[in-house]
């Protein structure tokens, strides 16, 4: 089983709609969590980190659930900017130190 | 404050030749892990450097190696090229003991022929 898993997508959206990804992982010890952006033929760059009280960033809105292990990510009003794959990050620290694990990253593409 | 700078962006390897990637980490940053991302899936951990010593290793086989130097910049050594080695390499700075403030280049993209 993928330490981090997504569903690739792709999701192909209107501008204006609201989209949700989802995401699991295995890991019951991991510590903490984010949504990265990731361009095309770009680095992976943070959008978000994740927190079990649930966060906002705008029209960003990411939730943990810590006992079913799961991570979500909303986007509302979506822009044709948005267009991305969106990847979901978790640290286990494991082995007694930070790394980062990336799930295979969710496609969306936002259409006029 | 600079960022984190690879070399080189792009480069064309032979199965079995050798390859060298090099990493500039960001001011202020001691860390340095490495990742490789095919296409299509995400980056995959590599390894991670810490006062020049790796302290952390993904499933990566012993042909691929790295070394830290004393300003934290660090490089990726990679063996016996096969041609499943072809992806892009990322290199990412951090302090350590954080998570959070993780830092990527814009990556190398290795193609072995």
């Known amino acids: 089983r993928k330490e981090v898993e997504q569903d690739p997508g792709p999701f192909n959206v209107p501008e204006g709609a609201t989209v949700a990804f989802n995401c699991t992982y295995s890991?019951?010890?991991?510590?903490?969590f984010f949504w990265y952006r990731q361009d095309c033929r770009k680095e992976p760059k943070l959008l978000m980190s994740?927190?079990?009280s649930g966060n906002e960033d705008g029209r960003f809105t990411a939730q943990l659930n810590r006992a079913s292990q799961y991570i979500s990510l909303l986007i509302r009003d979506s822009k044709l900017s948005d267009s991305a794959t969106y990847l979901c990050?978790?640290?286990?620290?494991?082995?007694?130190?930070?790394?980062?694990?990336f799930g295979a990253g969710t496609r969306l593409a936002v259409h006029p | 404050e600079t960022g984190v700078t690879q070399s080189p962006t792009h480069l064309i390897k032979t199965r079995g030749q050798q390859v060298t990637l090099r990493c500039s980490s960001q001011?202020?940053?001691?860390?340095v892990s490495w990742y490789q991302q095919a296409l299509g899936q995400g980056p995959q951990f590599i390894f991670q450097?810490?006062?020049?010593?790796?302290?952390g290793r993904g499933n990566f086989p012993p042909r691929f190696s790295g070394l830290q130097f004393p300003n934290y910049s660090s490089e990726l050594n990679v063996n016996a090229l096969e041609l499943d080695d072809s992806a892009l390499y990322l290199c990412?700075?951090?302090?350590?003991?954080?998570?959070?403030?993780?830092?990527f280049g814009s990556g190398t993209r290795l193609t072995v022929v």
């Open positions: 990412a700075s951090s302090l350590q003991g954080e998570s959070y403030g993780y830092t």
């Open positions: 890991n019951s010890a991991s510590q903490s």
């Open positions: 994740v927190y079990s």
């Open positions: 990050v978790v640290n286990p620290f494991s082995g007694g130190y930070n790394k980062l694990i």
């Open positions: 001011s202020g940053h001691n860390t």
């Open positions: 450097y810490y006062r020049e010593e790796e302290n």
